[in-house]
């Protein structure tokens, strides 16, 4: 009862916002919140009983049955379950008492709080599926949830643009998805979890031949297909190159959704996916190394666009992209604890930074721009310590929370052969830019001379109290979760290739550990260095620069190249289709047939003669016509 | 044949319903004659009140049971009887409320206007009892002179006085191969009961006796091809009138029909599903096409007409037990429909003194209720769910299913397709087009009535349809040994509502 309740009190919350929220109103986060905190205090519960180290199954109802098929809805909890239960909702909790204050006086305040609602339902029950359908409605679910929470402003061009390609982009790694788990019904004839994993072992020899619908021969492994088709979506939903470019446009929706789906829960879901199918993974080396190269690519294109970014959300946007994709890695190089690690402790401090952007943004009267800001720290106490320690969480600075799982992913990545070395070697570069770019962040909003808007300026303090305790808070997380046993805890359940995870007893692991350090003390200096000490260094070195700074400032041009490449063609080849296809084609079928049976209708009204005598031979050479075909049948 | 009359007091209760109306309908001519300043309205309230007191009459017979035959089984009471007595009954108290302002126009006669209304009613309640050859012919030629005279009733109008003559020539034509038609079975078989002529083989003579009885049956319906009469008729005829016109004989006249080709014909039943699959695909297909070229209202609802008799008749060609069923709960549909279509063109031409489409443009700035309730009367004669129409079209095209008559299926649902461009295209003009004289529009209470009581059956029928399922079941029950699926299963439960 107490398991069921978890998403079933969200749901609840969305159905009486959804359907009474034209009454509720302003009254709108007295019905969530309880909700969510609630749900939040039975996850403790769970994480309680579970710890032990038993895996509970609820079936809830049999969803549908046809011939073999035959899906159950149920929740599933294990270790991975519960750790995820309690970031999911802890941050939605927190995110839902910051919105109270983020969104007063908005117009759509209930139909928000009823879409957080919805979010947080359709996430915990992702979290929790127990097998592929249920996994891929409420993947599809969330997705549903982020379209319509980035549109939030429908009134606005920009956040309906924004939702409509955080869904296009979405549905690109969906279908892959689909087809993964249409792949696994064909080979394992179900779709539960338990059967799947168990029969997985079985299934390492087969091969499907790709080209046999045109005749040629290209074999390739049936898990590795299965693998690359699921990841297809994991690169859709966490944002990995190349379909990452929907996740920083998402920012036009309010900065709440930034942090609980875009930071926090919904984009981690590819890696917690990742994470959760380990058993499939591990079967399939190729598999894994296209995760790990492609969660490396994205990780330093990510960092390398933060650095010059000018719309204070959109940095750490990109940083989560770069973030995503080093979780990722870590996946792909098989620590898929380490990358579940640092997944926990992103979304407390990453939730924090976007938190804090709002924070600023709502201060600054939804001014987004960092050139804009500068000398926040004295007015924005709460905000600016909140956002420090953030920031140094991110950076990796040591003792806080992103230092322990970022030194666990790079242990762990170079104890992983000659790819997880190369692959580390980058991650450490990383490091550096990751500091940087998050500093930057801190130096140019908060220190300096003040380039507020004067209009602005007068008037600027903390906002409500609302929103300064999550910011406490997670704050607080940031620090202490790194603390936390999570890789002790999480081991026994996601098993690497190599069998279990190795951890600190590794002798590269204090040498690992300095150097990571050293790197994010050497990124935040430079920081220092080049946006305190001189603050005429950064637009010399982006002259001496051009061309890097120019790729890095317009994203690699990958936007450009999509619209060149897919969405003008597309649109042209629509374009055709109507003017060729249904405007001359079916357009005018559709009218001929039209203008035929009205043509038929004006020659047919001409027997209507109005004479009575043609009236009469008509009925007469019907009855006549009716009797010669009965009399001659 | 001896023909020995005698009449017992039971047998006298069959006979109450018409007796009572008979009774009525010479209180309201007297009535009429001796108080000349009686305002003509109350006549009409007067008739009403009849109507009502034959109607609970019929509701009793309907809940008691009771039944039987009379005359050497000419007349017969029974559910199928008193279902289309009902119908008729019911239809001439909404025709005579629709007609209080319309009877204004007259400039003689009229009080005799209601008196000929209530004759034809009588008539066409004979009609619904008729059991023998010799009972449809005599209940057919008594109810249709009261129409000739009422279809003429405009005596200063040329379209009216020539609908009337046009009518009189053609439905005497009928009469002739109806007489004709009946001469050829009672030469072939020597029987005119129903139930007695089930011959065991098909002469020529029988079959050409059948089918000229089928001709004049389908005129009286307008079944193409012995529809001609029926666009100048209604268009010439007083509205109400053409209201009357083309719900109340066609229901009486399908009662004969269900008769005939369920009791008499039934073992024939493979050689005449094709006669009437033709007859329902050319009405359809005629009806339909021929309305979107009409720009009067009244030639549109008359061709819209033909074509919903073709929907009915699809039904008979099923020829089962869910067959007759289909085509009671469609009548009914039709007449809630129609009926309601017709006094929004009444109450229109009543204030505009027009019937042309063109004079609708705007129609909901002038009077938002009424265009809405044309709305809801053209989408359900249109059989758009959830509106009566759509459960009568899926009613009659189940039954037809269960009897594998595909093309037909196909063909009526092309034609639905076809019909809803016209019924949208007054639909158009009401919601979209501009008024040319934005005047509001007013209606009288008794309009109102007539239109709140087609609202409420046609919403009524589409949304709750079960009772009135159950109704039409049990009123057909005495064909339960039809061949046929639906047969085993009485009972039909459709997805909404029931």
């Known amino acids: ?633 | 044949m001896t023909f020995t009359l005698t009449l017992s007091g039971a047998d006298l209760l069959l006979l109450l319903p018409e007796m009572l109306l008979t009774v009525w309908l010479c209180v309201v001519l007297t009535m009429d004659f001796a108080m000349p300043r009686l305002p003509k309205d109350r006549l009409a309230y007067l008739s009403v009140a009849g109507l009502a007191g034959v109607l609970a009459n019929l509701v009793w017979f309907d809940l008691a049971g009771i039944g039987g035959t009379l005359f050497a089984h000419m007349f017969v009471v029974d559910r199928l009887a008193v279902f289309f007595k009902i119908f008729i009954v019911g239809t001439t108290i909404l025709v005579i409320l629709a007609s209080v302002d319309y009877v204004r126009r007259f400039r003689f006669f009229k009080g005799e206007y209601y008196f000929l209304v209530l004759m034809s009613a009588l008539g066409m309640m004979f009609m619904a009892s008729a059991n023998d050859l010799l009972s449809v012919f005599i209940t057919l030629e008594f109810s249709t002179f009261g129409f000739y005279v009422l279809v003429a009733y405009l005596r200063d109008d040329v379209a009216s006085n020539e609908a009337g003559l046009k009518f009189f020539i053609l439905g005497v034509f009928a009469a002739g191969l109806l007489a004709y038609g009946i001469s050829l079975v009672y030469g072939e078989t020597g029987k005119l009961v129903f139930s007695d002529i089930a011959s065991p083989s098909a002469t020529p003579g029988l079959v050409i006796g059948f089918l000229l009885i089928f001709a004049a049956l389908g005129f009286k319906i307008g079944a193409v091809p012995f529809h001609s009469w029926i666009p100048d008729t209604y268009h010439g005829a007083p509205t109400p009138v053409t209201a009357f016109l083309s719900i109340a004989p066609k229901g009486a006249a399908f009662a004969i029909l269900i008769r005939m080709f369920f009791v008499s014909l039934a073992a024939f039943k493979p050689a005449w599903v094709l006669l009437l699959v033709g007859a329902s695909i050319l009405s359809m297909t005629y009806g339909n096409i021929v309305a979107i070229a009409q720009r009067n209202i009244k030639r549109l609802l008359a061709y819209s007409g033909i074509a919903q008799i073709g929907n009915i008749l699809i039904g008979l060609a099923a020829g089962t037990k869910m067959g007759g069923d289909a085509i009671l709960f469609y009548l009914l549909t039709y007449l809630f429909a129609n009926l309601g279509a017709f006094a929004i063109v009444i109450a229109v031409g009543n204030l505009i003194r027009s019937d042309e489409i063109e004079d609708y443009n705007g129609l909901n700035r002038r009077s938002p209720f009424l265009a809405f309730a044309m709305l809801v009367f053209l989408l359900s004669l249109a059989g758009v769910p959830p509106l009566a129409g759509f459960i009568g079209k899926l009613y009659i095209f189940l039954a037809a299913i269960d009897e594998g008559l595909y093309t037909l299926i196909a063909v009526g649902l092309i034609n639905i397709v076809i019909s809803m461009y016209y019924y949208l295209v007054v639909v158009k003009k009401m919601y979209i087009n501009e008024p040319t004289d934005p005047s509001p529009l007013t209606i009288s209470p008794p309009m109102k009535v007539v239109v709140y009581a087609g609202l409420a059956g046609t919403l009524f029928l589409g949304i709750y349809p079960q009772p009135a399922i159950n109704w039409v079941v049990a009123a057909t029950l005495m064909f339960s040994n039809l061949a046929g699926p639906a047969a085993a299963a009485p009972t039909l439960v459709l997805p909404i509502g029931g």
Not at chain 1, 234 to 259: F, N, Y
Not at chain 1, 271 to 291: E, G, H, Q, T, W
Not at chain 1, 411 to 421: D, N, T
Not at chain 1, 547 to 574: C, H, I, Q
């Open chain 1, 1 to 633: 009862m107490l398991y069921t309740l978890i998403p079933l009190l969200p749901l609840a919350a969305f159905l009486i916002l959804g359907l009474f929220g034209h009454w509720i109103k302003d009254r709108a986060h007295l019905v969530a919140v309880p909700a969510v905190l609630t749900s939040f205090l039975f996850s403790l519960f769970v994480f309680d009983e579970v710890a032990g180290g038993k895996n509970v199954t609820i079936p809830l109802y049999t969803w549908l049955t046809s011939g073999d098929l035959r899906i159950e809805l149920s929740l599933y909890f294990d270790r991975l379950t519960a750790v995820m239960l309690l970031l999911v909702t802890i941050v939605s909790g927190l995110v839902h008492v910051y919105t109270i204050g983020y969104m007063h006086g908005e117009r759509g305040y209930a139909r928000f709080f009823a879409y957080i609602a919805l979010f947080t339902f359709s996430m915990l029950m992702l979290v929790m599926a127990d097998n592929f359908l249920q996994l891929f409605v409420f993947w599809e679910a969330v997705g549903l949830c982020s379209y319509l929470l980035i549109g939030h402003w429908y009134e606005r061009q920009t956040a309906r643009d924004a939702a409509t390609k955080a869904f296009i982009v979405n549905r690109v790694g969906d279908f892959g998805f689909l087809l993964g788990v249409l792949l696994i019904w064909l080979s394992f004839g179900s779709l539960e979890y338990r059967h799947v994993f168990a029969q997985a072992a079985d299934l390492t020899g087969e091969t499907l031949n790709l080209l046999s619908p045109i005749g040629g021969t290209w074999e390739v492994s049936t898990l590795t297909l299965i693998c690359l088709l699921l990841f297809l979506g994991a690169v859709g939903k966490s944002a990995q190159v190349p379909l990452h470019v929907w996740l920083p446009d998402a920012m036009e929706g309010p900065t709440p959704i930034s942090a609980l789906i875009h930071a926090a829960t919904m984009v981690t879901a590819g890696v917690f996916m990742v994470a959760r199918m380990a058993p499939l993974y591990n079967l399939s080396a190729a598999a894994m190394d296209v995760v790990a190269v492609t969660g490396t690519v994205t990780m330093v294109l990510g960092a390398t666009i933060a650095l010059t970014q000018h719309d204070i959300k959109r940095v750490v946007a990109w940083s989560t992209v770069s973030q995503l994709g080093f979780m990722m890695m870590a996946c792909g190089l098989g620590a898929y604890v380490a990358g579940i690690f640092h997944l926990l402790t992103h979304g407390a401090f990453k939730a924090l930074l976007f938190l804090g952007c709002g924070s600023v943004i709502i201060a600054l009267h939804h001014e987004q721009d960092m050139r804009k800001m500068g000398g926040l720290k004295d007015k924005l106490p709460v905000t600016y310590w909140t956002f420090v320690i953030g920031s140094l969480a991110l950076a990796g600075f040591p003792f806080t929370a992103g230092f322990f799982s970022k030194d666990e992913i790079l242990v762990e990545a170079w104890s992983a052969g000659a790819l997880g070395k190369t692959l580390a070697t980058f991650a450490l570069v990383t490091v550096v830019l990751t500091a940087f770019y998050s500093f930057r962040l801190v130096f140019v909003t908060f220190w300096g001379e003040s380039r507020v808007d004067p209009q602005h300026a007068g008037h600027l303090h903390e906002p409500s109290r609302t929103m300064t305790v999550p910011l406490v808070i997670l704050a607080f997380l940031s620090i202490v979760a790194g603390y936390a046993a999570i890789p002790d805890f999480l081991a026994p359940v996601l098993p690497g290739p190599r069998g279990l995870a190795i951890h600190h007893e590794h002798p590269a692991a204090g040498g690992m550990m300095a150097i990571a350090a050293v790197l994010g003390l050497v990124g935040i200096a430079a920081a220092y260095l080049v946006y305190v000490t001189s603050p005429g260094l950064p637009d010399r070195l982006a002259r001496q620069w051009q061309r890097a700074y120019r790729l890095s400032f317009n994203k690699w041009y990958v936007d450009e190249a999509y619209d060149r490449a897919v969405v003008r063609p597309t649109v042209r080849l629509a374009d055709r289709l109507w003017t060729w296809v249904d405007v001359a084609v079916i357009d005018g079928a559709v009218n001929g047939v039209a203008r035929t049976i009205a043509w038929w209708g004006w020659l047919m009204r001409l027997v209507q003669s109005g004479q009575t005598q043609h009236y009469a031979l008509g009925m007469t050479l019907g009855a006549v016509v009716i009797l010669t075909v009965y009399l001659l049948l």
